[in-house]
């Protein structure tokens, strides 16, 4: 009888804790001073400009807003990190898939 009680009451206490949310983490734009500084000074005021928007957008309250809002929104996160993208890359940047790279590899194996 001792044990049924003992074992309700670690379960009582287990299960009555309230399991409250942990805050979410602050999110910041992050800039890259050293890259930054290689920028022309007009890239340099877009790419703060671009800073202060994505800051904007991510301290929104998304839940009051209807689904249209919600995807004009996301759209503009799209355009912005893919604009971020462009002043980050810079153009000097060559992407090579895994796939194009074994056909090279086997034509030069295959050639020489």
Known sequence: ???????????????????????????????DTERFAQLPLAEQERVLVIKDRLESLMATDRSSLDPV??????????????????????????YISTAGLIIIILLLIILL
């Open 69 to 94: 809002q919600r995807k004009e929104l996301r759209n503009e996160w799209k355009e912005l990190k893919g604009e971020m993208k462009d002043l980050n890359r810079n153009g000097n940047v060559i």
């Open 1 to 31: 009888m001792r044990t049924t009680a003992l074992v309700t009451v670690i379960f009582a206490a287990i299960f009555s804790t309230s399991a409250s949310a942990a805050p979410l983490p602050e999110r910041e734009v992050r800039i």
